[in-house]
T-cell receptor
Framework: GNSVTQMEGPVTLSEEAFLTINCTYTATGYPSLFWYVQYPGEGLQLLLKATKADDKGSNKGFEATYRKETTSFHLEKGSVQVSDSAVYFCALSDNSGNTPLVFGKGTRLSVIA | DTGVSQDPRHKITKRGQNVTFRCDPISEHNRLYWYRQTLGQGPEFLTYFQNEAQLEKSRLLSDRFSAERPKGSFSTLEIQRTEQGDSAMYLC???????????????FGEGSRLTVL
């Protein structure tokens, strides 16, 4: 079945540091890939997405590139801010419209000033 | 606020009691999902509705769990004879259409946290 594996946290970084959160997936066919973010006290919200190989999703300074050859969708940001402290979830959809999103376990990021 | 709302936000109950959670999706969203999230885990799918029809249920949804979406608007998730293992955050999400589902754009509520003593 479809699955997502993401690096375990927590990840603690100083402000302006470079961020990478690894995500790899297992799926049949050509899934779409997503990063969701959950800020403290809030619901999950879509951060970015990519629907086909080599696509790059980007939002709020975050980027992730859909790499089919390595089945990866790593999240990166060049300079993190304290406000980026949150839990980040990698997720996958098989594009059928009939299968719910499959999420990774989440990676907690703490950014300190 | 026109986002997904869930009620109650927190529920503490004794083992064996029944609990019910309510979810109000974004207006006119056709699909409504229930997920469960335990500490250190990502959301796990429970069930979803297309309008009032329940289209899929996860094997995680034991016989003690039942969900409804009468009239295709709000939804309820009831857990009967709660067990300590039911302690979790129950998340509701909605999406505007089949196309929205394909693009992965689920809109989540803040969740209902259940603690079973």
């Amino acid at each position: 079945g479809n699955s997502v594996t993401q690096m375990e946290g927590p990840v603690t970084l100083s402000e302006e540091a470079f961020l990478t959160i690894n995500c790899t997936y297992t799926a049949t066919g050509y899934p779409s890939l997503f990063w969701y973010v959950q800020y403290p006290g809030e619901g999950l919200q879509l951060l970015l997405k990519a629907t086909k190989a080599d696509d790059k999703g980007s939002n709020k300074g975050f980027e992730a590139t859909y790499r089919k050859e390595t089945t990866s969708f790593h999240l990166e940001k060049g300079s993190v801010q304290v406000s980026d402290s949150a839990v980040y979830f990698c997720a996958l959809s098989d594009n059928s419209g009939n299968t719910p999103l499959v999420f990774g376990k989440g990676t907690r990021l703490s950014v300190i000033a | 606020d026109t986002g997904v709302s869930q009620d109650p936000r927190h529920k503490i109950t004794k083992r064996g009691q029944n609990v019910t959670f309510r979810c109000d999706p974004i207006s006119e969203h056709n699909r409504l999902y229930w997920y469960r999230q335990t500490l250190g885990q990502g959301p796990e799918f429970l069930t979803y509705f297309q309008n009032e029809a329940q289209l899929e249920k996860s094997r995680l949804l034991s016989d003690r769990f039942s969900a409804e979406r009468p009239k295709g608007s709000f939804s309820t998730l009831e857990i009967q004879r709660t067990e300590q293992g039911d302690s979790a955050m129950y998340l509701c999400a909605s999406s505007p259409s089949l196309a929205g589902v394909r693009t992965g754009e689920l809109f989540f509520g803040e969740g209902s946290r259940l603690t079973v003593l």
